[in-house]
T-cell receptor, first 114, second 112 residues
């Protein structure tokens, strides 16, 4: 099955700096790669996603890049703010067309220092 | 429009006790999922359902059973709880035609 690895496990940045979180996946048939943000005591919430036919996608301060050849994708947050502090999960999906379930990375705890 | 709700929010069980977690969605989504979240391991799929009356096993199904008698509800049962089932449980749903999954707020379960 699919295996997703995520790095780093913790990341601390100063307000206004950029943050980058990286993930690799194992199944070349995966075609959907979402990023979820989880705040304390809440469920994960989708912040951005990308499909395998696109190399980059941007939404205001958030961007995701995908390298299908290398099987890795990254989340970029620019001009970080204290409210960006949360746990971020990457995920991959697509090979198991019957269930379309997500395989998650282990998460990155991002702390933005004011 | 509540989205995805989970009941209860917290629960403490003793080893061997049984319980049922309820997930309810008012989004009319066909697919529903149960995940568990453990420290340092992300979310792992327990069971899922592609429609009313159908269920299937995920990655970590042992010790759990599920039922989907109504489209809007997905129940997760623990017949004989074990300490290894201490975790935070999340329910999610999605439509057939789009990949985004919508998550509930979670149930924190402790088994002593």
């Amino acid at each position: 099955g699919e295996n997703v690895e995520q790095h780093p496990s913790t990341l601390s940045v100063q307000e206004g700096d950029s943050a980058v979180i990286k993930c690799t996946y194992s199944d070349s048939a995966s075609n959907y790669f979402p990023w979820y943000k989880q705040e304390l005591g809440k469920g994960p919430q989708l912040i951005i996603d990308i499909r395998s036919n696109v190399g980059e996608k941007k939404d205001q301060r958030i961007a995701v890049t995908l390298n299908k050849t290398a099987k890795h994708f990254s989340l970029h947050i620019t001009e970080t703010q204290p409210e960006d502090s949360a746990v971020y999960f990457c995920a991959a999906s697509g090979a198991d067309t019957g269930r379309r379930a997500l395989t998650f990375g282990s998460g990155t705890r991002l702390q933005v220092q004011p | 429009n509540a989205g995805v709700t989970q009941t209860p929010k917290f629960r403490v069980l003793k080893t061997g006790q049984s319980m049922t977690l309820l997930c309810a969605q008012d989004m009319n989504h066909e697919y529903m999922y149960w995940y568990r979240q453990d420290p340092g391991m992300g979310l792992r799929l327990i069971h899922y359902s592609v429609g009313e009356g159908t269920t299937a096993k995920g990655e970590v199904p042992d010790g759990y059973n599920v039922s989907r008698l109504k489209k809007q509800n997905f129940l997760l049962g623990l017949e004989s709880a074990a300490p290894s089932q201490t975790s935070v449980y999340f329910c999610a749903c999605r439509v057939v035609s789009y990949n985004e999954q919508f998550f509930g707020p979670g149930t924190r379960l402790t088994v002593l």
